[in-house]
């Protein structure tokens, strides 16, 4: 029990250590994670601890992680993509597997080790990618999307992987090992393995085909049966039951546990859960996932690699640009440009985790050798840790050049209104039609070339800059102008155009747009006098709608929300003028005894009217 909680406090340490640092300087989580594994791996050696087992239980992580991708892609998503995943994810795979294989047979491999190593090294690895593509929120990018298509198709390409290994077995390492072919090729049970190709290509449909019908029939009841109980904890343990049993089917037929998860959560897409099971095993998936990263940077032989460094660097550097350039090719040709490429190509250069499953199952069918297993898994480690480094040259280098190259000088402004609007994007640009549909000329502000360039092919003028330069407000006549429209979506560019502007010219009205309710007083704290929080509008008509749906006749049902609205602004008033913003509104004493005070005031006034209200319309 000591030697577990050792353990466990160890790897926890390096978590919560290594990967804070790690996003505070940019280099991301996964990064932050093997860095962790490499640290300590002289610690878990003294402690005797077989990091590759502790690796087999945390690949649990991507089967969970392709779980939750699949609750994401519903069906009809998933067919829409058919495109990218046969001819981006087959063309890949197939590409890459002849390209390395005739890298390895110019290094005077034989053929059938030139093979295996070609089609090992043409994986990529899903929990690195798919990782870091939702951290950095470009998995629904183009680029993200074509990396996700690739991963699926490789996941499938498992199967006739795993087929035709031991058909490549070669007699010279078999005599030289003195074992019968095959022994020790699996380390789990697969009951196919001495099945006929045909009978086991059927058992394996099969398997697919009901993890479909199970999600369909027999997990949402399941469900509705837990929910029932209404305790957390059986929810969570029933979803770690449906996953981990979709797993074990999986594996029992030969196939990518990861598929059948990723097959299962598609199925439940659409269901009524599907939040709750994200909820609930996405903390565990993360946990696992981190101790996955971590056993990888801990299972590099340091030693070995010390040895033959340089071989390591130039097959791992040759195993990069091969892939590249394949990527490169592959994604030109369906129609992928400019970023999407570049992060295409960049997501999936390195080997894949499933690459040291195939690596020990080719060693133990004599396809190669111990010394070109322990090279091949040394070039795998290295070119997965130089994966987060590859997103850090998409993010600094490439995506920054492709936002440069975008950006353009702000328009001359040749027109002086009495009416100033910054931003048009979904408040703006109404505000705009109500006061140019009622007479008003107005100069509109907006630094989103995209959206401009959609607003003009409608005949909607809009000058490009940005709002908050002096120099720019002051070309468009904002010392003349009687109103100010603050209606831009960031609430920093919000704050620094009301301050200005309410400083500069105190006799411009300048009515602002608030995100939240804090903001309003942080608005009010700077001077300005007509703030509109962006959503109380809505939020008011959604609850007068709610009266109505109640019974309450219409106008009753206004004049209900006339009453609660005038009081909320008369309150925000008052709280406004002991509002601090150096105080979190939470330790403002006097904020929060305000805010007592009012509500002991103000609620029973509130009821007293609401009721006057419905009697009077009965």
Not at 44 to 60: C, G, K, S, T
Request: hydrophobic share 55%.
């Amino acid at each position: 029990m000591t030697g577990f909680l050792i353990l466990a406090f160890l790897i926890l340490v390096a978590m919560v250590v290594s990967v804070p640092l790690a996003t505070r300087f940019g280099l991301g989580s996964v990064l932050g994670y093997l860095l962790a594994g490499m640290a300590i791996a002289p610690l878990l050696a003294a402690l005797n601890v077989d990091v590759v087992a502790l690796q087999v239980f945390a690949e649990f992580g991507v089967v969970m992680m392709l779980f939750i991708i699949g609750l994401e892609m519903e069906p009809r998503r998933l067919w829409d993509m058919r495109g990218k995943l046969l001819g981006l994810g087959g063309g890949q795979v197939v590409l890459t597997t002849a390209v390395i294989t005739g890298i390895a047979l110019l290094d005077a491999r034989p053929w059938q080790t030139a093979v295996a190593i070609g089609m090992i090294l043409a994986l990529s690895s899903t929990a690195i990618i798919v990782q870091s593509l939702t951290e950095k929120k470009l998995m629904r990018t183009e680029g993200g999307e074509a990396s996700f298509s690739v991963l699926l198709v490789q996941d499938v390409a498992v199967i006739p992987i795993l087929a035709l290994l031991p058909l490549l077995a070669m007699p010279g390492l078999y005599a030289s090992s003195g074992g019968p072919v095959g022994a020790g090729a699996h380390h789990g049970i697969d009951l196919t393995a001495s099945m006929p190709m045909w009978l086991a290509a059927i058992a394996r449909i099969g398997a697919v085909a009901a993890v479909v019908v199970i999600g369909i029939y027999a997990i949402r009841p399941l469900f509705r049966f837990i929910a029932a109980a209404r305790l957390r904890e059986l929810f969570t343990g029933a979803a770690l039951l449906v996953v981990i049993g979709i797993a074990l089917l999986m594996s029992l037929v030969g196939l990518s546990p990861a598929l059948g998860a990723f097959v299962a959560g598609v199925v439940l897409a659409t269901s009524e859960y599907r939040h709750e099971l994200e909820s609930d095993i996405d903390p565990i998936k993360g946990l696992l996932l981190g101790l996955f990263f971590i056993t990888v940077g801990a299972g590099i032989d340091f030693d070995l690699a010390a040895q033959i460094w340089q071989e390591v660097v130039f097959w791992a550097a040759v195993v990069i640009a091969a892939k590249f350039i394949v990527l490169a090719a592959v994604g030109w040709f369906y129609g992928l440009r400019k970023q999407a490429l570049w992060l295409f190509c960049l997501s999936l250069p390195q080997a894949g985790e499933f690459a040291f499953v195939l690596i020990a199952f080719a060693l133990a069918n004599f396809v190669i050798d111990s010394a070109l297993a322990d090279l091949m898994l040394l070039v795998v480690a290295l070119t997965m840790l130089v994966t987060p480094l590859l997103f850090i040259l998409y993010d600094k280098v490439i995506a920054h050049s492709y936002c440069k190259g975008m950006e353009r000088e702000p328009d001359a402004i040749d027109e002086e209104n009495e009416i100033i609007i910054a931003g048009r994007g979904r408040v703006g640009g109404i505000v705009d039609r109500m006061l140019q549909t009622a007479g008003y000329t107005t100069t509109v502000v907006d630094y989103d070339s995209s959206h401009l360039e959609i607003l003009q092919k409608f005949g909607v003028r809009t000058y490009y800059g940005d709002a908050t330069r002096p120099d720019l407000l002051h070309a468009a006549g904002i010392a003349r102008a009687k109103l100010l429209v603050v209606a831009l979506d960031e609430r920093e560019q919000i704050d620094k155009l009301v301050k200005y502007a309410v400083q500069t010219f105190p006799d411009l009205h300048v009515i602002a747009r608030a995100k939240d309710r804090n903001h309003v007083y942080e608005l009010w704290a700077y001077g300005c006098r007509d703030v509109i929080r962006e959503t109380y509008d809505a939020s008011i008509r959604i609850g007068r709608s709610a009266y109505e749906a109640l019974g309450v006749d219409r106008q009753n049902a206004i004049a209900m929300a006339g009453a609660f609205e005038e009081m909320d602004r008369s309150s925000m008033l008052e709280i406004a003028e002991v509002y601090d913003m150096d105080i979190p509104p939470m330790e403002n004493e006097a904020l929060v005894a305000k805010i007592r005070e009012l509500r002991a005031r103000w609620d029973p006034v509130l009821r007293e009217q609401m009721d006057e209200i419905v009697k009077r319309g009965q």
